[in-house]
């Protein structure tokens, strides 16, 4: 019998990710889906501050180290977990628990206050409470969610963290930028996906609907998905698509097809992000060459501290035409 927890993973999910993975990280990413991160939280500044928030949780036992790239985020022992989130400084909405990599997101799309901002996909909150924290209440910030019980998660979450300024919707995406056409200054997309980065080889529940059809089924909304955040969004403006996926199937392909069908209408952006584990996006998959333009695109490698996710910054250059409907 092979004792290697990381054995238990779909065969067919380590030879994709062997593909995917530069062979020099490919062990340490692997090993990555066994270990028990560490727990981490952002400190929510539209209702306490830094400092104050690092001693409540000081004054229960815990020991939160700070993140260097960035200030409002901790990190604590795993087994710090459960006093955290039964923390009153989480039920009061003064702390979030959220991955150091989903921490990424909403710095990378930068909103400033007064801008009008769109977050497509936006259940439980996690991103949408980030964008209203860098905006400082200040603008508008709009934020979709298809699926009701999700909805009404994030609705709770907006009040319980002080985001009550945020405008909620429960709609379809897919339908958002033709009724709100060159609105918004930002949009983000963070894409119903696979969630190949929370697979976890201790839980076989985390991959039980994973295979080749849930990701053929994923791209193709996140398609139509992207493709309603560009009409949404004013020339000029910016689009941030992510997913916590690994396939290129929802990365890499879906922002070449989008590129290809609005021919030069949206380009992709450099993106800088702060971390060491992040490789540029891939130049080839299954034996085909990939736009070069690509290599603007982010894949964050999974750690001992963090998940994967995939980051790609789009601006529009110029209008575009509204996809059909369905
Ligand atoms: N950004 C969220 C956060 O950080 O807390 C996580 C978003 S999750 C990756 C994607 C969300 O999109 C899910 O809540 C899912 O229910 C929702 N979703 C799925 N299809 C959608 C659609 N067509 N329109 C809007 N939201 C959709």
Same mark, same amino acid.
Request: charged share 25%; hydrophobic share 45%; aromatic share 6%.
């Given at each position: ?7 238990? +993973? ?14 020099? *990280?490919?062990? =340490? ?20 501050? %830094? ?10 036992? $815990?020991?939160? *180290? ?35 990599? !989903? ?25 949408? $409470? ?30 319980? #963290?002080?985001?009550?300024? @945020?405008?909620?919707?429960? !709609? =379809?995406?897919?339908? %958002? ?9 930002? @949009? ?5 996906? !696979?969630?190949?980065?929370?697979? =976890? ?26 493709? !309603? ?11 941030? #698509?992510?997913?916590?996926? +690994? ?53 964050? +490698? ?25």
């Amino acid at each position: 019998m092979n004792d290697d927890p990381t054995h238990q +993973l779909p065969s067919e999910f380590v030879a994709r990710l062997r593909a995917i993975v530069p062979e020099p *990280a490919f062990a =340490d990413v692997l090993a990555s889906f066994a270990l028990a991160k560490p727990a981490t939280a952002r400190i929510n500044t539209l209702q306490t501050e %830094v400092p104050a928030a690092l001693a409540e949780l000081a004054a229960l036992g $815990l020991t939160p *180290a700070p993140v260097a790239w960035l200030p409002e985020a901790i990190a604590l022992p795993a087994d710090e977990k459960r006093t955290l989130t039964a923390s009153a400084a989480v039920g009061a909405g003064r702390v979030y628990v959220q991955g150091l990599s !989903s921490m990424l997101a909403a710095p990378a799309l930068a909103p400033e206050p007064g801008e009008e901002v769109l977050d497509l996909a936006a259940a439980p909150g996690g991103k949408t $409470l980030h964008l209203a924290a860098l905006m400082g209440g200040a603008g508008r910030l709009a934020a979709v969610e298809s699926v009701r019980g999700r909805f009404f998660t994030l609705k709770e979450n907006l009040v319980r #963290y002080g985001a009550e300024f @945020v405008e909620t919707y429960n !709609s =379809d995406g897919r339908a %958002v930028g033709r009724k709100t056409r060159e609105r918004f200054d930002r @949009v983000l997309l963070d894409a119903p996906c !696979s969630s190949e980065a929370r697979f =976890d080889c201790r839980d076989p529940e985390t991959w039980q609907y994973w295979g080749p059809r849930k990701i053929a089924e994923c791209a193709r909304k996140q398609k139509a998905l992207l493709r !309603s955040a560009l009409e949404a969004v004013r020339v000029g403006g910016r689009v941030l #698509y992510c997913t916590c996926s +690994l396939a290129p199937e929802e990365n890499e392909l879906v922002v070449a097809h989008t590129l290809r069908r609005l021919q030069g209408a949206a380009e992709l952006v450099p993106l800088a992000i702060p971390v060491a584990n992040v490789h540029t996006g891939l130049a080839r998959w299954n034996d085909k060459t990939l736009p070069g333009e690509l290599a603007h695109c982010v894949r964050v +490698l999974p750690t001992a501290d963090m998940d994967a996710l995939f980051l790609a910054l789009l601006e529009k250059r110029r209008s575009i035409g509204a996809a059909a409907p369905g």
